[in-house]
C-alpha cells in the first residue's frame, strides 16, 4: 500500500539505516534491495549504460547512485493520516489550471482563486467553496454568487482524496512505476469515487 511521497534524501537515509528496502519493476517482476545491493546494481547498469533518461541519479566523491522510485518500509507502526493542504498549488491542480466558469486553460499567474459563496456572505476557505477562475471570469461574478451573476460552475468544488501534485506526477511516464502501488480507481480526476 502507497503510504506517502519522500524526497531522495530521506529515501537514502531510511535505506543506508535498515529501515527500508528499494523495490524495483524488473521485466514485469518485483526485485527488492537493500542499501549494498542497490549500489551494486546502480554500478552495474552505469557500467553497462542500462539507464534510461527518467533514471535520476546522485553523484558522491566515490560513487554515483541511482534515486529509488519506491521503497517499502520494513516496519511501520501506524499508517500516517492522509491530509491534503488547502493552498493555491494544490487548488491550482485539483482544477488543472482551468477557469471552473469558462472552462479555458490558463497559466498560473493567470489565475486566481473564487470563493463560490462570498466570503462577505459567509464563505469559509474551504476545498468545497474555492475555486480556479481566471481574471476575467473573477472579475465578472465580483461578490455574488455563480447564480446571481449568471455563471455556472464546470464542476463542483471537492476535497481530493489524495494530493493533486501526487496524482499529477502518476501521469508522467518518470514515475509510471507508482501506478503498480497505487489504487487509480479510488478516484478520477474529478473527484468521483
Known sequence: ?????IPARRAFCLLYKQMAEVINVEGGSFMTYDFPTWMELSDLKLELQEHDEHDDWVRSVNYRIQVPR????????????????????????????????C???????????????????GGGMSWENIVCACLRCNVKKG???PREAGMKLRRKPF?????????HQLNSDKYACWRNFIDLGVESSHGKS
Open 159 to 167: 476535497r481530493p482524496k489524495r494530493n493533486p501534485g501526487f496524482a
Open 103 to 121: 472552462g479555458k486553460h490558463f497559466g498560473s499567474q493567470n489565475l486566481s482563486l473564487d470563493h463560490v459563496v462570498p466570503r462577505s456572505r
Open 70 to 101: 519506491v521503497i517499502r518500509l520494513v516496519n511501520y507502526s501506524k499508517y500516517p493520516k492522509q491530509v491534503v493542504k488547502l493552498n493555491r498549488k494544490n487548488i491550482f491542480l485539483r482544477d488543472e489550471n482551468s477557469c471552473q466558469y
Open 143 to 145: 461578490g455574488r454568487t
Open 1 to 5: 500500500m502507497a503510504v506517502h511521497v
